[in-house]
């Protein structure tokens, strides 16, 4: 059974930084794809960044372009947790966060949420101006 825990999150400045983590069991974690999506009010969820490997040592990562150059997306496969490192945060980016993993050995356009199948609990980010 596929498990993944978040933490972190919370309220903030405008400015400031939080590093959101996830942790995961019950999957392959050391290869493949795994995303951080966001969700304000009842909208649908919206990417945020995604990270595959194709091993424990190589990754390729993908960022929504309104958070491109202010959130990181990392892994941590030892440990089994999923991070997304969030710097600069804006007022806009409020919102629950969640992370999301697809179905095993499948390819998937990995900024669809509706292909996704796995998600944590999500965790509720407030930037304040």
């Known amino acids: 059974q596929v498990q993944m825990v978040q933490s972190g999150g919370g309220l903030v400045q405008a400015g400031d930084s939080l590093k959101l983590s996830c942790a995961v069991s019950g999957r392959t974690f050391s290869t493949g794809s795994m995303a951080w999506f966001r969700q304000i009010g009842g909208n649908e969820r919206e990417f945020v960044a995604a990270i595959t490997s194709s091993s424990a040592s190589s990754s390729t990562t993908t960022y929504a372009d309104s958070v491109k150059g202010r959130f990181t997306i990392s892994k941590e496969t030892v440990k089994r947790t999923l991070y997304l490192e969030m710097n600069s945060l804006k007022p806009e980016d409020t919102a629950v966060y969640y992370c999301?993993?697809?179905?095993?050995?499948?390819?998937?356009?990995?900024?669809?949420?509706?292909?996704?199948?796995?998600w944590g609990q999500g965790t509720q980010v407030t930037v304040s101006s």
């Open positions: 999301a993993a697809p179905p095993a050995r499948t390819r998937i356009d990995l900024t669809d949420g509706r292909a996704y199948p796995y």
